[in-house]
């Protein structure tokens, strides 16, 4: 939404509180990578405890909602043709801004999901591809995994589960990890609830 349309007078989204106190790092240490700042940042948010958090939190509140204003200007100001293409643009940076949340996951080392039954049986075929096209070769999969006897089936599904209960212990300890360095804003809320109770 901040970045769309080329306009000078399009209003740039404020950063979350976390963002916000990860620039100022990166700005004291410009020539470390993104995870080692990714790690001083993470560290130091943590230290800055409950008083120090809240102050961030609540400058990001007030800077959205003076965005918000400013952006229902600067929407109220375009043509259908300019709001059908900052439209498009948003979907793009929503795209973008998922890619990148997905790269800052795997800098902090978040375990990777585990395939299901169907995607277990797909990766140990793989090797029997050979010049096939990969659509055609899919497909094919997908007839076979439909005809398989229940028994082989339950051979990959059994796998998939084991996979699924040790993502499930990984998940659990790098989300403690990541509440201890005060990282709460990637994981789960159910976890972070879970954590504070205890």
């Known amino acids: ?13 404020p950063p979350p509180p976390f963002v916000k106190f990860r620039k100022e790092i990166q700005q004291k240490y410009p020539d470390f990578s993104f995870s080692k700042i990714n790690q001083i940042a993470s560290q130091r948010w943590n230290e800055l405890g409950p008083e120090g958090k809240n102050a961030y939190k609540l400058l990001a ?6 965005y918000k204003q400013k952006f229902l200007v600067f929407l109220d100001g375009l043509s259908e043709e300019e709001k059908a293409q900052l ?23 978040k375990p990777k999901r585990p395939p299901n039954g169907y995607m277990a049986f797909v990766r140990s075929s793989l090797h029997e591809r050979g010049d096939v096209p990969m659509k055609q070769f899919m497909k094919e999969l997908a007839d076979c995994w439909r005809n398989i006897p229940k028994e082989e089936k339950e051979i990959y599904e059994e796998d998939a589960r084991i996979e699924r209960e040790k ?18 804003d990637v994981v789960r809320k159910s976890s972070f609830v879970k954590a504070k109770r205890t």
């Open 1 to 13: 939404m901040s970045r769309s349309i080329q306009s000078p007078d399009a209003p740039k989204r």
């Open 61 to 66: 509140e007030e800077e959205y909602q003076d």
């Open 87 to 109: 439209h498009d643009e948003r979907l793009k940076m929503a795209r973008h801004d998922r890619l990148r949340d997905k790269q800052e996951l795997y800098d902090l080392g």
């Open 167 to 184: 993502y499930k212990k990984e998940l659990e300890e790098w989300e403690k990890k990541m509440i201890e360095i005060g990282r709460e």
